[in-house]
């Protein structure tokens, strides 16, 4: 089993949708959890950290469950700039060696917005 | 504002070349490292860094050599290109400490290995 999985879909969605992303991780002392953003041809980028008690920015709400073992990535009221792959990062403390703990990224999830 | 700067932005070798890929943040960040890009493989960790002096490999570390002289600096040498070497390359950078901290990427290196 990978340590971190996502659907790669792609996921097709009209303006206007909801839409919503899982990624599973195998390790339950897995402790910090991030959703990156990935355009085109270009470096991931930060959307938004991952809280126990899930948080929203805007459009985007994120939610963790500890007993299920997997994050979420909701997004609301897609645009066509939302158009973008999503990759999920797990960082499993104390592991690896450092004190930085050990980062992982899933595949990422492709998403497309259309008109 | 620089962030993670990468140079070059793109490459093309023949096999059995060297080169060495640059990535230099201006964030004074101790922990550097770099990962390939593939289709259907997503970032794999090739050399890590957690200050100058210190480094140690990640998943794919074959082929590759790194050196951490300063804090600012992390380069990643190709020491004979192949064509499994062919890849996006993307240099990130971490805060010292700070288990929630996230990386910031560098724009990528596009490598062709003919």
Redesign the interface.
Known sequence: RKEVEQDPGPFNVPEGATVAFNCTYSNSAS??F?WYRQDC??????LM?VYSSGNEDGRFTAQLNRASQYISLLIRDSKLSDSATY?C?V?L?NAG?????K?T????TILTVHP | NAGVTQTPKFQVLKTGQSMTLQCAQDMNHE?MSWYRQDP????R?IHYS?GAGIT?QGEVPNGYNVSRSTTEDFPLRLLSAAPSQTSVY?CAS?AQ?A??????????TRLSVL
Do not use: C, N, W
């Open positions: 402790q910090s991030f041809r270009k470096e991931p980028k930060l950290s990759l990062v960082i403390h060696g450092t004190s930085y703990g980062l990224f899933g595949q990422g | 922990y259907g493989m997503g970032l960790l957690v140690d993307f971490r400490g288990l929630r901290s996230f990386q910031y990427f560098g724009a990528g």
